[in-house]
């Protein structure tokens, strides 16, 4: 496999939105190892929401990390973010070259297994650049990932990889809705960054 090539990149949404799979870019040996640092590193917290007007606790983890300690608000709670660590900073450069974006924050989640996922969403929280490109590393173990489209409904899945990249650009978050379906399947943790950019 030719890694860090751009050969393979596949949008894999077939309209409304460019939702870019690069594949692997991470061999196993730095995807382990950036792994294990940030299991053991970031400032891990159960996500804390607003659902029907009540606060529930996720038994995902979450974090957020930024340039500046900024506060924002996810799911409807304020909250301040933490400083890039070295480990996000040169994961940040990476996912830069390879996509040819720049970012700012990086929202990570913990799912300890297959029980915990994410339900349908779209990234468009005010404080995110309008139609700023989101790229998505995934690290531990391996977990599908689905698109809905608002209208249609049709429905893509894509299987995201160990050490894998998918950048979600352009009007993707305006007409797809995506998800991470839990799955009896898997028992080992996955851990997840998104990098964005946030308007501060
Ligand atoms: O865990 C993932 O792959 C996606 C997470 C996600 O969609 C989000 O944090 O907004
Ligand atoms: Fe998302």
Redesign the pocket.
């Known amino acids: 496999m030719d890694l860090f090539s751009s050969d393979n990149i596949t949008n894999i949404l077939p309209f409304d939105g460019v939702t870019n799979y690069h594949g692997v870019i991470l061999d196993k040996e730095k995807a382990d190892f950036y792994y294990q640092q940030l299991l053991e590193n970031i400032n891990w917290k159960n996500d804390e929401a607003i659902i029907f007007g009540k606060k529930i606790i996720t038994k995902r983890k979450v974090a957020w990390y930024g340039e500046s300690e900024y506060s924002y608000t996810y799911s409807k709670v304020t909250k301040t973010a933490n400083i890039f660590t070295k480990e996000l900073v040169e994961l940040k450069e990476i996912i830069e070259k390879e996509s040819g974006e720049t970012y700012n924050s990086c929202?990570l989640?913990l799912?300890h297994s297959g029980d915990e996922g994410?339900a349908y969403?779209s990234?468009g929280e005010k404080m995110l650049k309008k139609n700023g490109a989101?790229a998505?590393l995934?690290l531990g173990a391996e977990?599908k990932?689905s698109f809905k489209h608002k209208e249609s409904k049709q429905r893509i899945d894509v299987i995201?990889e160990r050490g894998s990249l998918l950048v979600m650009k352009k009007d993707t978050q305006t007409n797809w809705l995506?998800?991470?379906p839990p799955t009896k399947k898997v028992n080992s943790p996955?851990i997840?960054l998104?990098f964005r950019t946030v308007e501060i």
């Open positions: 929202l989640n799912y994410m969403h990234d989101i998505s995934s977990r990932f995201l995506h998800r991470l996955r997840n998104t």
